[in-house]
């Protein structure tokens, strides 16, 4: 099971760290991956990072304002938002997937958890 939350409403230039729990499962096995959905709009690829923490991946338009980490001894993931705009509001989810694959297709995930809403005001 994937937890999602931090979400929450902040005005532009603010930060937020999201966070991701995970149970039943052996956290450390997992890349773990953030994806955002803005109403209207598809699903899209934030961030990821593989199973010790030591590769990180981003979508090039959230490089250097977001950092994705993960404590494996906590089976937790984070999200730190830094210098929000409103063009950053949306629903975001984490999810989970064995395999380091194609880390932004969200097909190849296997375990999501429920959105966490972040909404950024002008």
């Known amino acids: 099971q994937l937890q999602a939350s931090g979400g929450g409403l902040v005005q532009a230039g603010g930060s937020l760290r999201l966070s991701c729990a995970v149970s039943g499962r052996t956290f450390s096995s997992y890349v773990m991956g953030w994806f955002r959905q803005a109403p209207g709009k598809e699903r899209e690829f934030v961030a990821a990072?593989?199973?010790?923490?030591?590769?990180?991946f981003y979508a090039d338009s959230r490089k250097g304002r977001f950092t994705v980490s993960r404590d494996n001894a906590k089976n937790t993931m984070y999200l730190e938002m830094n210098s929000l705009s409103p063009e950053d509001t949306a629903d975001y989810y984490c999810?989970?997937?064995?395999?380091?694959?194609?880390?932004?297709?969200?097909?190849?995930?296997?375990?999501w958890g429920q959105g966490t809403l972040v909404t950024v005001s002008s």
């Open positions: 999810a989970a997937k064995r395999e380091i694959g194609d880390v932004k297709n969200a097909d190849e995930y296997d375990y």
């Open positions: 990072i593989s199973w010790s923490g030591r590769s990180t």
